[in-house]
């Protein structure tokens, strides 16, 4: 069982920024689309940022675009979130998921997910 781990998650103020990391327990975390996605109190689970397992795609949330940056860190052997500019709409628990040769779409669904890692971002 794949089972992916998110780090990075904190306290920042409006305006700053913040990186979450994501790795997988077992495997290549190169052949797994990766997406990330938050569930803030009293709201349903949305999509963030996803990338293909090859890393040539990318897809954003509307409310995030221009703002965070999903990448492949190949050295780290992880996928990383930038979150840069952060509101306090950002507020929520951030979850990794995977997906074994997955091309990163939020419509096609993720098969694994990780535990979630608190963001919180005040005024």
């Known amino acids: 069982q794949v089972q992916p781990v998110e780090s990075g998650g904190g306290l920042v103020q409006a305006g700053g920024s913040l990186r979450l990391s994501c790795a997988i327990s077992r495997g290549t975390i190169s052949s797994y689309a990766m997406g990330w996605f938050r569930q803030a109190p009293g709201k349903e689970r949305e999509f963030v940022a996803g990338i293909s397992w090859r890393g040539q795609s990318t897809y954003y949330a509307d409310s995030v675009k221009n703002r965070f940056i999903i990448s492949r860190e190949n050295a780290k052997n992880t996928v990383d979130l930038q979150m840069n500019s952060l509101k306090p709409e950002d507020t929520a628990v951030y979850y990794c998921?995977?997906?074994?040769?997955?091309?990163?779409?939020?419509?096609?669904?993720?098969?694994?997910w990780g535990q979630g890692t608190q963001v919180t971002v005040s005024l």
């Open positions: 998921a995977a997906d074994h040769y997955g091309s990163g779409d939020p419509t096609r669904g993720y098969e694994y």
